[in-house]
């Protein structure tokens, strides 16, 4: 199947989206309404370039993002799916609509015709608005890319690739989420991904399963679970805020105040500023590890993160295998196996991993079959407040922001660097 002609990359919904950007913006609506915010993208492999027809073509793509809305039927859903949203946010939701003047887009021309060049994007405006452009936009750049720039690629063998993937991990018994909405090769991409797991996992027996998705879209579409909590923004934005010291304690705390019901999300990312400062901060609040279900890993050793959140929680005198624990960083098929062997050795007997650009950009290339390579892009919170906001992470490849600001954490926390 060859790949379709270009066409505009724009989401066909609002909930095209990851699901922990409509719960952070309903607790933005809640605690922060008014406070404004950047956002900054960030290109890690600094050797991909971008054409000018690339980019022009992505502004043309953001112009149209202002006409995307909730529809009457997606805020029904919505209610019945996700019952933590208030009335007061999904009345917002349907009312919000995104502003592309928001999102400054730069060209910086590298060659001598001024036909590849280097991105430059900055987002700015009202947290509560802001906060929905992440993933989307780096969806809509990423599908613009291969439609422009790397094209020699097609659709053939996806939908069985994609099956073999999830009967692999549905065999192992693995419970396992698609989390691959923002480098995604395009929106096609990802509902054949989608569609081959679910498909998957009615015809393959396992004590394992599709929980679901990340991207709200498509949850719906398949009648699938929704899939998210929180993201590393949260925490970098309550740091600039209310300052370092037990960061990731009063980001949890805010958390709470905003999702009260039994049903409340209350997954936990732990490598904002290091999970090293994480552990000390859930060490010194024992009621709050009680009450918050598991723990997301998304940077560093897996295979460090298991046997340290296990002796965490038995120093705190609470039941290991009660708590999730989700993996999320960088997964690909073996990588799953071999943490899940390592986790049923520990004892953790929830654990799910979120599998995202190995399901939803995994090519090779159509005149050679040699891999493919996806994007290895991000789009950060760079400021709330005008404080910044940074992110240490447990691979120190991906921090970014202020170095100052990440000296003073490293201080606070008395961390390694």
Same mark, same amino acid.
């Given at each position: 199947?060859?790949?379709?002609?270009?066409?505009?990359?724009?989401? *066909?919904?609002?909930?095209?989206?990851?699901?922990?950007?409509?719960?952070?913006? /309903?607790?933005?609506?809640?605690?922060?309404?008014?406070?404004?915010?950047?956002?900054?993208?960030?290109?890690?492999?600094?050797?991909?370039?971008?054409?000018?027809?690339?980019?022009?073509?992505?502004?043309?793509?953001?112009?149209?993002?202002?006409?995307?809305?909730?529809?009457?039927?997606?805020?029904?859903?919505?209610?019945?799916?996700?019952?933590?949203?208030?009335?007061?946010?999904?009345?917002?939701?349907?009312?919000?609509?995104?502003?592309?003047?928001?999102?400054?887009?730069?060209?910086?021309?590298?060659?001598?015709?001024?036909?590849?060049?280097?991105?430059?994007?900055?987002?700015?405006?009202?947290?509560?608005?802001?906060?929905?452009?992440?993933?989307?936009?780096?969806?809509?750049?990423?599908?613009?890319?291969? /439609?422009?720039?790397?094209?020699?690629?097609?659709?053939?063998?996806?939908?069985?690739?994609?099956?073999?993937?999830?009967?692999?991990?549905? =065999?192992?018994?693995?419970?396992?989420?698609?989390?691959?909405?923002?480098?995604?090769?395009?929106?096609?991409? /990802?509902?054949?991904?989608?569609?081959?797991?679910?498909?998957?996992?009615?015809?393959? *027996?396992?004590?394992?399963?599709?929980?679901?998705?990340?991207?709200?879209?498509?949850?719906?579409?398949?009648?699938?679970?929704?899939?998210?909590?929180?993201?590393?923004?949260?925490?970098?934005?309550?740091g600039a805020m209310k300052g370092?010291?037990?960061?990731?304690?009063?980001?949890?705390?805010?958390?709470?105040?905003?999702?009260?019901?039994?049903?409340?999300?209350?997954?936990?990312l732990t490598d904002t500023f290091?999970?090293?400062?994480?552990?000390?901060?859930?060490?010194?609040?024992?009621?709050?590890?009680?009450?918050?279900?598991?723990?997301?890993?998304?940077?560093?050793?897996?295979?460090?993160?298991?046997?340290?959140?296990? =002796?965490?929680?038995?120093?705190?005198?609470?039941?290991?295998?009660?708590?999730?624990?989700?993996?999320?960083?960088?997964?690909?098929?073996?990588?799953?196996?071999?943490?899940?062997?390592?986790?049923? =050795?520990?004892?953790?007997?929830?654990?799910?991993?979120?599998?995202?650009?190995?399901?939803?950009?995994?090519?090779?290339?159509?005149?050679?079959?040699?891999?493919?390579?996806?994007?290895?892009?991000?789009?950060?919170?760079?400021?709330?407040?005008?404080?910044?906001?940074?992110?240490?992470?447990?691979?120190?490849?991906?921090?970014?922001?202020?170095?100052?600001?990440?000296?003073?954490?490293?201080?606070?926390?008395?961390?390694?660097?």
């Amino acid at each position: 199947m060859s790949a379709p002609l270009a066409h505009l990359a724009v989401p *066909p919904s609002i909930l095209d989206t990851d699901l922990y950007k409509l719960t952070m913006q /309903q607790a933005v609506l809640r605690l922060f309404p008014d406070l404004q915010a950047s956002y900054r993208f960030t290109n890690r492999n600094i050797d991909t370039l971008f054409s000018r027809q690339c980019i022009e073509r992505f502004r043309t793509n953001l112009s149209s993002f202002s006409t995307i809305a909730l529809t009457e039927d997606e805020s029904e859903w919505l209610k019945k799916s996700c019952p933590y949203f208030t009335e007061e946010y999904l009345t917002y939701l349907e009312s919000y609509r995104f502003k592309p003047e928001q999102v400054k887009v730069k060209y910086i021309p590298v060659t001598s015709d001024d036909l590849q060049g280097r991105l430059e994007i900055d987002i700015i405006g009202p947290w509560v608005e802001t906060i929905l452009w992440e993933v989307p936009l780096m969806a809509c750049l990423s599908e613009t890319y291969f /439609q422009t720039v790397v094209t020699d690629w097609n659709y053939d063998n996806q939908e069985e690739l994609a099956y073999a993937k999830g009967k692999t991990l549905l =065999e192992a018994n693995c419970f396992f989420s698609e989390f691959g909405t923002r480098r995604r090769r395009s929106f096609h991409a /990802q509902d054949i991904v989608i569609g081959a797991l679910q498909r998957a996992s009615k015809e393959i *027996p396992s004590s394992g399963g599709l929980f679901g998705t990340s991207n709200v879209h498509f949850a719906q579409k398949y009648n699938l679970k929704p899939i998210g909590t929180i993201a590393h923004e949260w925490f970098m934005g309550i740091g600039a805020m209310k300052g370092y010291e037990n960061a990731n304690g009063i980001a949890m705390h805010l958390w709470e105040e905003v999702y009260t019901t039994p049903d409340a999300p209350l997954i936990a990312l732990t490598d904002t500023f290091t999970t090293e400062a994480f552990i000390k901060d859930f060490v010194s609040d024992p009621e709050l590890a009680y009450r918050w279900t598991g723990l997301r890993q998304d940077s560093g050793d897996p295979f460090i993160f298991g046997p340290r959140i296990k =002796e965490t929680y038995e120093k705190l005198g609470i039941p290991h295998g009660s708590k999730s624990l989700i993996y999320s960083d960088a997964l690909n098929v073996d990588k799953c196996l071999a943490i899940k062997k390592q986790c049923d =050795e520990l004892g953790f007997s929830k654990v799910s991993f979120g599998v995202g650009t190995f399901l939803t950009n995994d090519f090779k290339t159509a005149s050679m079959g040699e891999k493919s390579k996806a994007l290895n892009i991000v789009v950060k919170l760079s400021s709330v407040d005008h404080k910044p906001c940074v992110k240490l992470s447990d691979d120190l490849k991906k921090t970014t922001g202020d170095k100052a600001t990440v000296e003073h954490i490293i201080s606070v926390y008395n961390l390694k660097k």
